[in-house]
């Protein structure tokens, strides 16, 4: 007997033929490829060695500017910039084919996992800052028509030297149809307001036997709308409390689910690592947690995780969230990047906070430890 063809199958088999279709985000070595490789970059083109170009504050720096169709396959910055938390300050945006909204925006060290608007080593398959200073994405981002990109500082010194490569593949042929466009999207909460500040631990049954089914008050990593995969997420946290911050679960909601579609355990379960990631960094190629703080409030850390094995897919909508403690009793400041890839139009982003509010500073809520708060804020 024929079973009936579900959505689910539609959905597959239309994932399976757009795989097929796709563009190679790593081309096979054994075959000769045909596109031409194209690099726009700061170098002098005097030839000297001024291989730099400043930014001067309040001004925007376009340093791609390029028509398709073609793929970016690598993107590197590195940055003079003596003003604090200029992480934070300075604004990368990337447009595709003539959007007036871009669908990427995030000051510049969110983007590449430094959320803590400070640098640390750290390594994955598509991000990594390795050296001193060096920013490096491989994620492919075709576009068909046109691509810009943009750095803005929104600082109130100059960047005396952005330095930067960007390497594309040029196509003398037009992309497949079912093409979907990178997208990366900064949020952040200064603080997560937790619905209470009267736990005393992490097993404090106030807050263990709060119940959390629909995600409400979730810290939320990315919404779209549209069709899309996501792939990813980068996110920082500062502690207003002491204990663990991450007892949160993973909540992801497909085409309007009013419930999770995929619930998670907890946030280092999440991010791939367990127990409280044993108090130890790690950096590997889909998943880490490369800065690890002490359990009390001041404490920072880093962590990602790419779902490059199984990107999640989605045919009209989807939310990505994460709840800060569990059932959101904790009061933590998250700083996060969510990627994704969608066919476009996209909805539009939520506004940048001002400058001053991106830069991380601890916040007096009330709960363990926050009476130290004040002596840490001097």
């Not at 398709?68 to 200029?86: C, K, L, Q, R, V």
């Not at 995969?229 to 500062?238: D, E, I, P, R």
Request: aromatic content about 12%; overall charge negative.
């Amino acid at each position: 007997m024929r079973k009936p063809i579900t959505a689910f199958c539609v959905l597959m088999v239309a994932s399976m033929v757009a795989r097929s279709q796709a563009l190679p985000s790593q081309p096979p070595l054994t075959q000769q490829q045909t596109y031409m490789v194209v690099r726009v970059s700061s170098s002098d083109p005097t030839g000297r060695n001024a291989d730099a170009r400043p930014v001067a504050p309040g001004s925007t720096y376009t340093v791609l500017d390029a028509d398709g169709p073609a793929m970016i396959s690598h993107i590197w910055f590195t940055i003079a910039d003596d003003e604090p938390y200029n992480l934070k300050r300075i604004v990368l945006r990337i447009y595709w084919d003539n959007e007036t909204s871009p669908s990427v925006e995030a000051p510049i060290g969110d983007f590449f996992g430094l959320g803590l608007g400070e640098y640390h080593a750290w390594q994955s398959q598509y991000l990594s800052v390795g050296s001193i200073k060096a920013l490096n994405c491989f994620f492919p981002m075709p576009f068909a028509k046109h691509a810009r990109i943009t750095v803005t500082n929104q600082g109130k010194q100059p960047i005396d030297s952005l330095y930067f490569n960007i390497d594309y593949q040029k196509y003398s042929h037009p992309l497949p149809e079912n093409t979907i466009y990178f997208h990366a999207q900064y949020r952040q909460a200064q603080p997560n307001p937790g619905w209470t500040n009267k736990w005393t631990s992490n097993g404090d049954p106030l807050a263990n036997d709060k119940v959390n089914l629909d995600g409400k008050d979730n810290y939320v990593w990315m919404t779209a709308v549209g069709h899309g995969q996501y792939v990813g997420v980068t996110m920082s946290v500062l502690q207003n409390q002491n204990g663990w911050w991450g007892e949160g679960d993973d909540m992801f909601f497909v085409d309007g689910a009013k419930l999770p579609s995929i619930a998670g355990t907890g946030s280092e379960d999440y991010f791939l690592g367990a127990w409280d990631f044993g108090g130890k960094p790690f950096s590997y190629q889909l998943y880490g947690a490369p800065v690890v703080g002490k359990e009390l409030a001041g404490s920072r850390s880093s962590v990602y995780r790419f779902h490059l094995d199984s990107p999640i897919p989605f045919a009209q909508s989807f939310k990505a969230t994460i709840e800060h403690g569990h059932a959101n009793a904790r009061s933590d400041n998250y700083y996060s990047v969510a990627y994704w890839y969608q066919a476009e139009p996209h909805a539009a982003f939520p506004a940048l906070p001002p400058v001053e509010d991106r830069i991380p500073r601890l916040q007096a809520v009330g709960g363990p430890g926050s009476a130290i708060v004040p002596a840490l804020q001097k």
